[in-house]
């Protein structure tokens, strides 16, 4: 089955203390992101990989960092997590960045007290 | 700045009824425009896509209208069902970044039985 597969499904950290969140995809995709979604301000792009070794900043990559390193892995890391960034978090895949729809994982819900 | 705009926020119809979600976006070089269906504590799930080639695209009860000379685009939905009760989301490429899909902001809507 084709799908995005993302790790945890839910985790409460406090301040400071560093995670990883997985991501993986099995369609051969190129293209990879991260999205966060707060209430009121939808879906915003954290970080996006073109391809192995290809990454970028969206439009709030404050506080986060990520690796393609293998194409079908995406991992969002957040060196010090802070209480704002607690949110709802996404991966995204797609054949191309252009024209091709998103595949999205099933989230992961991050609290930071 | 590039955006995508989405209106209404919040819709409530009967069911049965149609509903008809709009949204405008500012890149007049977008060329393909994706609409997602979230389900409660899911990911986003691509429901039905327009490239800007065709002016309309139907599957089954969804179809998505494109008006290139006016920059916007809709989601119709005829013969609403419980099951359609989500939020959803349109988007579209924004060409002076890169193509990165831009989200709007959200439909929730709501097929009261």
């Known amino acids: 089955e084709a799908q995005v597969t993302q790790n945890p499904r839910y985790l409460i950290t406090v301040t400071g203390k560093k995670l990883t969140v997985t991501c993986s995809q099995n369609m051969n995709h190129e293209y990879m992101s991260w999205y966060r979604q707060d209430p009121g301000l939808g879906l915003r792009q954290i970080y996006y990989s073109m391809n192995v070794e290809v990454t970028d900043k969206g439009d709030v990559p404050e506080g986060y960092k990520v690796s393609r390193k293998e194409k079908r892995n995406f991992p969002l890391i957040l060196e010090s997590p802070s209480p704002n960034q607690t949110s709802l978090y996404f991966c995204?895949?797609?054949?191309?960045?252009?024209?091709?729809?998103?595949?999205f994982g099933p989230g992961t819900r991050l609290t930071v007290t | 700045g590039e955006n995508v705009e989405q209106h209404p926020s919040t819709l409530s119809v009967q069911e049965g009824d149609s509903a008809v979600i709009k949204c405008t976006y500012s890149d007049s070089a977008s060329n393909y425009f994706p609409w997602y269906k979230q389900e409660l504590g899911k990911g986003p799930q691509l429901i039905i896509d327009?490239?800007?080639?065709?002016g309309e695209k139907k599957d089954q009860r969804i179809a998505v209208t494109l008006n290139k000379t006016a920059k916007h685009f809709s989601l119709h939905i005829t013969e609403t069902q419980p099951e359609d009760s989500a939020v959803y989301f349109c988007a579209a490429p924004m060409k002076s970044s890169g193509d990165k899909l831009t989200f709007g902001t959200g439909t929730r809507l709501a097929v009261r039985p």
């Open positions: 995204a895949s797609s054949l191309t960045r252009e024209g091709s729809g998103q595949y």
């Open positions: 327009i490239r800007s080639n065709v």
